[in-house]
């Protein structure tokens, strides 16, 4: 993946507020129950208005090198929304967002800030995500913009595992929608490395990691916890 401008300086960021923790020797237990070396909050984020700057102007770059001016910016509800704002601000564009069901009172919306109009009316649309892990969350408001008639190519996120589940989940995807970010597991590891953060051992774990997510507890003694 190519990095942008700002990759860098929002990777040592992540790191040193936290909004990304490697810990190889004492793991992570997932909402899932499995133990992973990793944990990603990028809500953390928020609390830094520099940060916030550097994730919109990432983005903007982003856009800029695919050529695509989009009408609408949607965010994924909750915490692709404040990026989205910003986004949406700095290129002067609508803002909605997406929540991951229908409401269930009022006018029960899934999409808020379309206006009267309650579609997209067949306009481009960009998708804003803070975390694509599985990829689930994020083909489900893929598929809620395409369904209220929008046009959705790009999901544009801050971060991603790069798992094989959520390569694929969006390679299913038709119409096709790509996933690009400022940041990846891989590239973290290789600034954390530089930066100290982590020893020179502890990197073999985390590309382990990489490699089998879902085995690599149980092979190093952290038995999937049952929720």
């Not at 910016?73 to 002067?92: E, K, N, R, W, Y």
């Not at 409401?103 to 808020?112: A, M, P, R, T």
């Not at 982590?198 to 190093?220: D, R, V």
Request: aromatic share 10%; hydrophobic share 35%; proline share 5%.
């Amino acid at each position: 993946m190519e990095m942008t401008k700002y990759s860098y300086a929002l990777a040592k960021k992540a790191l040193e507020m936290g909004a990304v923790r490697l810990s190889p020797e004492k793991p992570f237990c997932w909402a899932s129950g499995y133990y992973m070396p990793i944990y990603n909050d990028n809500r953390t984020l928020l609390a830094d208005p520099e940060a916030r700057k550097m994730i919109a102007m990432a983005f903007s770059e982003i856009l800029e090198k695919l050529g695509f001016d989009p009408e609408n910016v949607a965010g994924t509800s909750t915490a692709g929304i404040p990026h989205a704002t910003t986004l949406g601000d700095m290129l002067q564009k609508p803002v909605s967002y997406i929540r991951s069901s229908n409401k269930d009172h009022g006018l029960q919306n899934q999409i808020e800030g379309l206006g009267k109009a309650k579609t997209y009316e067949g306009k481009k649309v960009l998708l804003i995500e803070d975390l694509i892990s599985t990829g689930m969350s994020s083909i489900k408001a893929v598929k809620a913009i395409q369904e209220a008639d929008g046009k959705v190519p790009y999901c544009l996120a801050i971060f991603t595992y790069g798992t094989q589940q959520g390569k694929d989940a969006f390679e299913a995807l038709d119409p096709k929608c790509e996933p690009i970010t400022i940041l990846d597991y891989n590239y973290v590891i290789q600034i954390a490395k530089e930066t100290g953060y982590i020893k020179p051992e502890q990197e073999q774990m985390l590309l382990e990691w990489s490699a089998a997510p879902f085995t690599w507890g149980e092979n190093h003694g952290w038995k999937k916890e049952e929720k």
